[in-house]
């Protein structure tokens, strides 16, 4: 299986809103809506921000919000802050019954 | 609150087995609706999933690390253990244990990672 397709990089500047994109197929992210985004600082395990493609586990901010079209799933962050630059990954659940990552991407908060 | 964490060597020679342990803390490990699992993660670079294992002993593997996988599952310890054979430098990263849910939809809890390096 081959890791899902992600920009390397994204940035924008506090207050803006962006969007990360994580690309598959029709055997993973097409075909089920299991899809997650996890953020990442440096040195720390990753934390879950978004699940079910679009669900917001308690705690998290609702400047946090998920969709999915065909095999391209998106993670849009809004009013960003300083506190959100970090590493974003995307995972989905296969036909394989496995489990694929992203490649990640770097936001940064200019 | 659930914790996981693992344990085991920080140093494998190459071609010897990598074998490390997680043991589950505030919640039960036959919990019907978890699934148990390990992540590594190379220094640098992105995550990857090695494979999950369920309380029964049904497993999951990643297909390109499948051949050399071995993950187990210890319920009247509360533990789980990953153990990965015939590594080379390539296998050095930090690895994470963690809680998966069904389909493995959200990995909601996680070790705090150890770094083990293949070297000689």
């Known amino acids: 299986q081959s890791a899902l397709t992600q920009p390397a990089s994204v940035s924008g500047s506090p207050g803006q809103s962006i969007t990360i994109s994580c690309t598959g197929t029709?055997?993973?992210?097409?075909?089920?809506?299991?899809v997650s985004w996890y953020k990442q600082h440096p040195g720390k395990a990753p934390k879950v921000m978004i699940y079910d493609v679009s669900n917001r586990p308690s705690g998290v901010s609702n400047r946090f919000s998920g969709s999915k079209s065909g095999n391209t799933a998106s993670l849009t962050i809004s009013g960003l802050q300083a506190e959100d630059e970090a590493d974003y990954y995307c995972s989905s659940y296969t036909r394989g019954s496995t489990l694929v990552f992203g490649g990640g991407t770097k936001l940064t908060v200019l | 609150q659930l914790q996981l964490q693992e344990s085991g060597p920080g140093l494998v020679e190459p071609s010897e087995t990598l074998s490390l342990m997680c043991s589950v803390s505030?919640?039960?490990?036959?919990?019907?609706?978890?699934?148990w699992g390990w992540i590594r993660q190379p220094p640098g670079r992105g995550l990857e999933w090695i494979g999950s294992?369920?309380?029964?002993?049904?497993?999951y593997y990643s297909p390109s690390l499948k051949s050399r996988v071995t993950i187990s599952v210890d319920t009247s310890k509360n533990r789980f253990s990953l153990k990965l054979s015939s590594v080379t430098a390539a296998d050095t990263a930090v690895y994470y244990c963690?809680?998966?849910?069904?389909?493995?939809?959200?990995?909601?809890?996680w070790g705090q990672g150890t770094l083990v390096t293949v070297s000689s």
């Open positions: 963690a809680r998966l849910g069904p389909y493995f939809r959200s990995i909601d809890f």
């Open positions: 294992i369920f309380y029964t002993g049904r497993t």
């Open positions: 029709n055997s993973d992210v097409g075909g089920y809506d299991y």
């Open positions: 505030g919640g039960s490990i036959s919990d019907s609706s978890s699934y």
